[in-house]
């Protein structure tokens, strides 16, 4: 397998994975080459530019890769999609992208280089935008703000864009996102890539907002046909935000891509994700394992694995005799109290199987 390994707790799965690696590298036809990105230590870190020209398409690249940052960003943005407060900013962010992206064929299209223009005054701003045809519908609303004096609505919308992004201005970030040391083309059959990508429990709310960038932009190139098979393992899986997340596990499959979302908890989901995006991810997972969790979590996956029949037996006693009666009935497989009183290191879980290759026990 090809592999990307987004790795919360920085280097703890990026050893074992390499460590395996190198163990069984000559079972590779091609040996795929490993990359790292670790914002916290450079020099244990590549460089990876996730708004690669070459990768970006059309538009609407641009449009999912702004929503994608401003949401990682700005989590509680996730519920209130729709808002007029909210899509500004990402409509601002696309038409930054995407001039970027058009000029000098992408020589500068970088997120430093998209952060740094949006800081240009306005005058300036808005009449190197106007000069690229594809965005003009983007930039119209905040152009007419401008021309009309409606400075208030006009700051209120990019502000909210600049604030955000400010954040991502380090000497760190900007130096590993205008690099291309790789592509994320993990799966490419002439070049494959094993890469993990490094988070700080610490900093969370920045470099979530980066990884779920370079996630988003890897998803694309590597859910396509007639690539290698790979594999996409995500540990903590709320810390990062991925828009159509659902999508690549639905159709993935076919294209030969394994999705492992390691959770805490079902709440934890729901909570950064909203109810209704965290119930399609919950429900469209084929195998499901695990350890011990309590309350509705338990109750929820108890229900999952189902009933089966099960041997009752009951014993009455009275003065004369004694009866033993056998039955047969429809009960719980796994119980939500078994559930949450697992032990470390005991599991309890459900397989999907196909027709020409059974499991018995599912």
């Not at 074992?16 to 079972?27: D, G, S």
């Not at 040996?31 to 460089?47: C, G, M, V």
């Not at 808002?83 to 992208?97: G, K, R």
């Not at 306005?122 to 703000?145: K, M, Q």
Request: glycine share 4%.
């Amino acid at each position: 397998f090809s592999m990307f390994i987004y790795d919360f707790k920085y280097d703890d799965l990026t050893k074992i994975t390499y460590n395996t690696f190198l163990k069984y590298q000559y079972t590779y036809k091609i040996r795929p080459e490993f990359y790292t990105i670790n914002s916290d230590n450079l020099s244990k870190s590549h460089r990876c530019n996730p708004l690669d020209p070459n990768s970006m398409i059309d538009i609407t690249d641009a449009a999912e890769s702004a929503r994608t940052i401003l949401m990682g960003l700005n989590r509680q943005w996730i519920r209130r999609q729709g808002d007029f407060f909210v899509e500004s900013p990402i409509n601002f962010l696309t038409a930054v992208i995407w001039y970027l992206r058009k000029f000098k064929d992408g020589e500068f299209c970088t997120l430093p280089h998209v952060i740094e223009l949006m800081q240009v005054d306005y005058d300036a701003l808005f009449t190197l935008l106007r000069t690229e045809p594809e965005i003009e519908v983007l930039i119209n609303p905040f152009v007419n703000a401008y021309l009309n004096d409606v400075m208030e609505q006009l700051e209120g919308q990019i502000a909210a864009a600049k604030i955000a992004m400010a954040r991502l201005a380090s000497p760190q970030l900007y130096y590993i996102l205008s690099g291309n040391d790789f592509t994320l083309d993990i799966n490419n059959p002439k070049a494959p890539k094993i890469v993990t990508m490094g988070n700080n429990p610490q900093k969370i709310q920045t470099y979530g907002a980066v990884i779920s960038l370079y996630i988003n932009r890897l998803i694309k190139q590597v859910n396509q046909k007639d690539k290698l098979k790979s594999s996409l393992i995500f540990d903590e899986f709320p810390t990062v935000y991925l828009k159509g997340m659902d999508n690549l596990i639905a159709t993935a499959r076919s294209n030969k891509v394994a999705t492992c979302l390691g959770i805490q908890d079902f709440s934890q989901l729901r909570k950064d994700y909203g109810r209704e995006e965290a119930e399609v991810l919950i429900n469209i997972i084929g195998n499901i394992i695990s350890g011990q969790v309590t309350g509705e979590t338990a109750k929820n996956l108890s229900d999952r694995f189902g009933k089966i029949l099960q041997n009752r037996e009951s014993l009455s006693i009275n003065r004369s005799d004694t009866s033993l009666s056998k039955s047969k009935q429809l009960e719980l497989a796994i119980p939500p109290s078994k559930i949450s009183s697992l032990s470390s290191g005991e599991f309890v879980g459900m397989v999907a199987d196909n027709p020409t290759h059974k499991i018995e026990l599912k």
